[in-house]
């Protein structure tokens, strides 16, 4: 199935014992104590893990795989994860890992400078002046001013905050199916979780909303889904999804004499099950926002750095044949892939918006972490390995033939709704009756786990059904780990058939 040795980590192991050995014997009673500690942390069996996770963590902390087996990942090469028998996994589902697994190139970059200095964000330093300039030149005028964060979740917060700053308005559209992060204020703007918890007192729809949210500020919107909503033909949905954005600024505006304060949307909508925007959406729903004195905050913290192929950010995604002008977002957000790991993200933004934050909000900006040395090292050797490994092209070539693999299997595999996507973001979406689109949400559970279990795949699942298999693999994925896959996936629905009903089983958090 991989191209990566069954050897390597075995050596990679013996390794490590020898050298742990080594400084074993010149070490001193106390330091050997420690360094025993060290080396049992890491040779602890599955079973001591998780013992020790059910004694310390809280049941709410979530795991892969929780009821049908969870991972013990030890390792990362490229597009595999390696558990602690050796035992390679291919990875669909790691956009963070953009570069691959432990790539070399971010690994010294972050070693050196780890050797160097870590400090907090206050002081001068070239990686993270560096690093502003060239993520800034990644974007369209007006986008220039950045900031640095840790995390999506950060991102967000900031976005909303220099959006409140700059409207005066707390009023929030967002999309059905969304999630933002799990900070408090970008879980309110989170159906995907606002929904599901008990967390927040949903004001119910008689207050003017359509739909429950956790307060008046916040107006949720149908995803434009052209697969499963009610408008499917794609010269027409993009217009006519925007009437529902029309129709939020109506209501702030006329109704209750308030501006709008911004429109949250993915480039690339990954939990509402890897939905695009169809041609003419953001033209027109962008339009209404901003007539309402709103902003369009575009998250690409799932979608951004060359993964959709054909466009480095998913906001400037056209549709082949049906291209339109490029609707430049007021404030970007951006995350996960950007440190392949390391902690980093980031808000870009207009000067108009910055400066409103500086004279409105009138207060200083510090964040500990946010951009430190280290992380923007893991940024720049990022953006450098995108470029020297033409991951971008990357895209287009084994994202479209992963796609197109996919699609040819739809031809005779009933099961396969839709498929759909850009580059290496792709969703494939699983049905039991093409008419009625039912989702086949146990089905593609089961899936996940054979493919898992048998195969040794790790996938994702999204949708409001949880019925899309959501693929956004480290984008060093190979067509040999293309053709692993597609076949594999095949296979897994092989099974699926000689098992029976599967429809009783537990479902399995991917
Ligand atoms: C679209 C989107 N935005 C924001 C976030 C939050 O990012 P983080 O988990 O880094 O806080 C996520 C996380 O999954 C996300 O998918």
Redesign the pocket.
Known sequence: MSTLSPLVPFLGSILVSVILLKQEQSEKPEQQKKRTMTRNAVSMTKEAVMKLRRKYFSKSVSISYANSGPLMIVQGRGSHLIDENGVAYLDTRNNVAHCGHSHPRVVKAVQDQVAQLNTNTRYLHPNVATLGQRLSNLFPDPLEIVFFV???????DLALRLARACTGSKNTIVVDG??????MT?LEVSPYKYEQGGEFDLQPPKMGLKFQSPGRHIWKVPAPDIYRGPHRDIRTAGREYAKTVEEACHFYQKECGEKVGAFLL?GGM??PGAILSPPGYLAHSVKAVRDAGGVFIA?E???GFGRFGTSFWAFQHQHPGHEEEVVVPDIV?M??PFGNGM?L?AVVTTRAVAEAFETNAHIEYFNTFGGNPVCAAAGLAVLDTIEAEKLQQKAVQVGGYLQDKFMALQQHLEIIGDVRGSGFFIGVELVRDRTTLEAATEETSYICSVLKEKYKILTSIDGIFENVLMIKPPMVFSKADADYFVESFEGAVGDMKAAGDVRSMEKTPT
């Open positions: 840790n995390s999506g979740s950060e991102a967000n969304s999630y933002h992060g799990h900070t970008v993915e990954s939990t998250d913290v799932q979608s957000t995350g996960k902690p993200a």
